[in-house]
């Protein structure tokens, strides 16, 4: 059996229109067109209060299939929500920083124009790696020949670049 596209899947669990209070934004793999039959749906949502954000999921969500819901104690202490649903997983981050501020955005936008910039060959050799089992920024680092020990901050770092940076850093590796 086959999964229905993402969008079919947030259109059926109404997702987007439930949290549009939090200013959700669709993101990861699936939007890139990088996924993997495993691949869940990340969605980024502005947070500011958090008990507010978590009783709306719960509301929401709670008696889907393999729902839970934490918080970080990590970077902007996020509430993470996980749950099964439209024959997907979903995982759902509400922070206290809009969403254009929060890291997962930005790392986002980054591969969306690096694949952008990249093209069919970028994309290609990034899905390979990803096949292969490596997680999504490992797999574009590698991609890009950048040996970093942290591929997350590498590439969070590069949401600054220009387009002129990252064609040439691309042209630079053959891509």
């Excluded at 997907?88 to 969403?99: D, H, I, K, R």
């Excluded at 770092?157 to 850093?169: F, K, N, R, V």
Aim: hydrophobic fraction near 45%.
């Amino acid at each position: 059996m086959t999964r229905p596209p993402f969008t079919d899947a947030l259109s059926r669990i109404k997702l987007l229109e439930i949290l549009a209070p939090f200013d959700p934004h669709v993101a990861g793999t699936p939007p890139l067109g990088i996924d993997l039959p495993t691949s869940d749906i990340d969605v980024l949502c502005y947070a500011p209060d958090p008990h507010v954000f978590t009783r709306a999921v719960w509301d929401a969500y709670s008696t889907c299939d393999e729902f839970s819901v934490r918080q970080w104690t990590g970077r902007e202490n996020p509430i993470i929500a996980s749950f099964a649903a439209a024959d997907w997983t979903f995982e759902l981050f509400g922070q206290p920083l809009p969403v254009p501020e929060q890291h997962g955005w930005k790392h986002f936008q980054v591969e969306h124009r690096l694949l952008r910039i990249g093209g069919s060959r970028f994309h290609a050799a990034v899905m390979q790696l990803r096949a292969d089992g490596m997680k999504t920024e490992p797999a574009f680092a590698a991609t890009l020949g950048i040996e970093a020990s942290n591929p997350y901050e590498t590439l969070f770092e590069m949401a600054g670049w220009s387009d002129e940076a990252l064609a040439a850093l691309l042209r630079e590796r053959g891509f």
